[in-house]
């Protein structure tokens, strides 16, 4: 391996100005979205479109939004069904799949525990409150029709901030091909999209932070073309007591943090199936993780409480530690 490759390495994906290409970049859903594109008269407006599905799902998509279509279907739990706009049903019956395919350990469902876990007040909650909320946790509880959707218990409430970001990238990959365009790189937060080659003509190269150091250290890097890759890990979003830290994602058979994996990284053509599929293998702990990435049909490489890094065969590793 050569310094300039680890060099490149250590930019954890976000390339400096290549010749011929631009970057445009803005916040939405919480965070930064960017897309690079060949420096062409298009590239603006083009781009102008991507942010603007990013805000359409943003909309479609947050649950705490009031009037919001998933906000509306939340209020109505235990009652009839609500009309919803078609892509978010389409954007239900995908989470409702991978729910399914994972075995619950992806459920958006899982809503009806985030009041418990509130991670601006560092509270621990009881594993009464806990257990008392488990229930509600069932994808199997909720129904979506051809124009309408309902969850059937009272309390029941549905969250897509697991897949939102990869069903946005989907969407927005889907806009630029449309386009005719061939090459080009999407990022979300920790998950992007990459499409075709970089400005050099290889493939996008895309690091994997090591969860047990900053953000500019990486374990590997790998190389991607015409797929997406998403990274969940401990250090995402996270408060501690008595030096144990509680970690935003849930393994939702016990209600409490998954633990065992502190990272998880998949890659899959399918950028929403990989935003829910790099949380399905971090609830499924260090001994379901090799099944859980069979079972999605996803590449995977996830780091174990001992910092032992573990990946499916498949996995376009550049470079790793």
């Known amino acids: ?63 705490w939004q009031e009037g919001s279509p998933l906000a509306k279907l939340n209020a109505a739990a235990g009652g009839d069904p609500v009309p919803l706009p078609a892509h978010t049903l389409a954007l239900l019956r995908r989470g409702l799949a991978i729910s399914e395919a994972s075995g619950g350990k992806f459920d958006i469902t899982w809503a009806a525990l985030w009041g418990l876990w509130d991670f601006h007040a560092a509270r621990v909650p009881t594993a009464a409150e806990v257990a008392d909320r488990l229930p509600l ?53 920790g998950q992007v999209y990459a499409a075709g080659h970089n400005d050099e003509g290889e493939p996008w190269r895309v690091g ?32 501690e007591v008595d030096a144990v830290r509680y970690h935003h994602v849930l393994d939702l058979a016990t209600g409490f943090p998954a633990r065992g994996v502190r990272a998880a990284t998949v890659v899959s053509a399918d950028a929403t199936l990989a935003d829910a599929a790099s949380t399905a293998i971090m609830a499924a702990g260090p001994d379901g993780a090799a099944a859980m990435a069979r079972a999605l049909s996803v590449e995977a490489l996830w780091v174990v409480d001992d910092g032992t890094v573990f990946q499916t065969a498949g996995v376009p590793v550049g470079w790793r530690r």
Do not use: C
């Open 137 to 189: 946790v069932d994808y199997r509880q909720l129904e979506v029709g051809d124009t309408a959707a309902r969850l059937r218990r009272w309390g029941m409430k549905v969250g897509l901030g697991g897949i939102a970001k990869g069903w946005a990238l989907d969407r927005a990959q889907a806009l630029l091909r449309g386009h005719g365009r061939e090459n080009f790189l999407l990022r979300a937060g």
């Open 1 to 63: 391996m050569t310094l300039p490759w680890l060099a490149f390495a250590l930019a954890l994906a976000l390339p400096t100005a290549l010749a011929g290409s631009r970057e445009f970049a803005t916040e939405a859903m919480h965070t930064r979205v960017s897309v690079r594109l060949p420096d062409d008269a298009e590239a603006p407006l083009h781009a102008a479109e991507v942010f603007a599905i990013f805000r359409a799902v943003e909309a479609e998509a947050n649950e």
């Open 208 to 239: 994997v932070r090591d969860p047990d150091q900053g953000p500019d250290e990486s374990i590997a890097v790998l190389a991607v073309s015409d797929r997406s890759v998403s990274t969940s890990g401990v250090y995402e979003r996270y408060f």
